[in-house]
C-alpha cells in the first residue's frame, strides 16, 4: 500500500486564535484535516470557517476536560455516552453534516475504562477513532514532555522542521495521522500549550515540508477519503 498521511489540528474552536491558525495551515497545503470542539464559544464561527473551506475535513474532538481538570464524572460511562452523543449531535447541527472522525482532548478516549465506550460507539457510527482501526497514529509532534508527576517541559525541538522531516521519513506504508496543535497567540486563549502553537504553524507552512513529501511519495488526505482509499487497497491487494 502506498503512504498516506493525515495532518489533523486538534481544538478546532477552542480560541479565535487557534481557528485563525487552523485554516492558515490548512491553506498552506499541508492540514487537510481538523477536529471541532463544539462547547466553546468559538465554536459556531469555526464552523463557519469550515464551510468556506470545504476541502478541510472536520472531526468531533469530544471534550470533558480542561486544563484544570475534568468538567463531568469520567467514572461514569452512562454519563460518558450521553456527552458523546450530545456533541456528536451538536457536531453535525454546527457543520449541517457528520463529523469524518472521532478524537477526544487529552486523549479521554484512551482511558482504559472508556475505550470500550468509545470503542463501540465509533463504530455504530461508522466513524474513524484516532489510535484504532485502520489508521496510524503518530503523536511525536507535540512541543512538551511530561515527567513522572505530570509536569510539562517545553520541547520546541519537537515541533521544528527537522524533527518532522525525521516523521516524515520513518513514515509507515498504509494511511498514517499526525496529530498537530497550530494557532496564533489570541486574548481568549486559555491554555497551557501557548507559544507552541505558533511554532507548529512556522513548520507545517514552511514550503520544505510540501517538498519533502512530494519527494517522498506520500499523498496527503483527510478522513472522509479513508474508506475509498482502504477499498482501493483491498481490490488490489
Known amino acids: 500500500m502506498l503512504k498516506y498521511l493525515i495532518i489533523n489540528a486538534d481544538d478546532f474552536g477552542y480560541a479565535r486564535g487557534v481557528s485563525q491558525g487552523i485554516i492558515a495551515a490548512h491553506e498552506h497545503g499541508g492540514v487537510l484535516s481538523t477536529s471541532l470542539m463544539v462547547d466553546t464559544p468559538l465554536a459556531t464561527e469555526a464552523a463557519a ?3 468556506r473551506h470545504p476541502q478541510l ?10 486544563q484544570h481538570g475534568p468538567l463531568v464524572d469520567l467514572f461514569d460511562l452512562a454519563i460518558i455516552e450521553r456527552e458523546l452523543q450530545r456533541q456528536y449531535q451538536r457536531c453535525c447541527n454546527l457543520l449541517g453534516r457528520p463529523p469524518t ?9 484512551l482511558r482504559k475504562e472508556l475505550q470500550p465506550v468509545f470503542g463501540a460507539w465509533a463504530e455504530r457510527h ?17 512541543g512538551q514532555w511530561y515527567d513522572e508527576e ?4 517545553p520541547a520546541p525541538e519537537l515541533i521544528g522542521v527537522e524533527n518532522l ?9 498504509g494511511i498514517t495521522e499526525l496529530a498537530c496543535h497550530p494557532g496564533y497567540l489570541s486574548p481568549d486563549l486559555d491554555s497551557s500549550y501557548i507559544t ?16 519533502l513529501l512530494h519527494e517522498l511519495g506520500i499523498g496527503l488526505t483527510n478522513f472522509a477519503a479513508v474508506p475509498a482509499l482502504l477499498k482501493e487497497h483491498h481490490a488490489a491487494a
Open 126 to 142: 461508522h466513524l474513524p477513532l484516532r489510535s484504532s482501526g485502520s489508521v496510524h497514529y503518530h503523536g511525536g509532534f507535540y
Open 57 to 66: 475535513g472536520v472531526g468531533l474532538h469530544f471534550t470533558a476536560t480542561d
Open 101 to 109: 472522525h472521532l478524537d477526544s482532548h487529552h486523549h479521554m478516549h
Open 196 to 211: 507552541e502553537r505558533e511554532i507548529e504553524l512556522m513548520t507545517l507552512s514552511d514550503p520544505r515540508i510540501l517538498h
Open 150 to 153: 505530570w509536569r510539562a517541559h
Open 165 to 173: 522531516e525525521r516523521i516524515l521519513r520513518a513514515l509507515p506504508e
Open 49 to 51: 470557517l469550515a464551510k
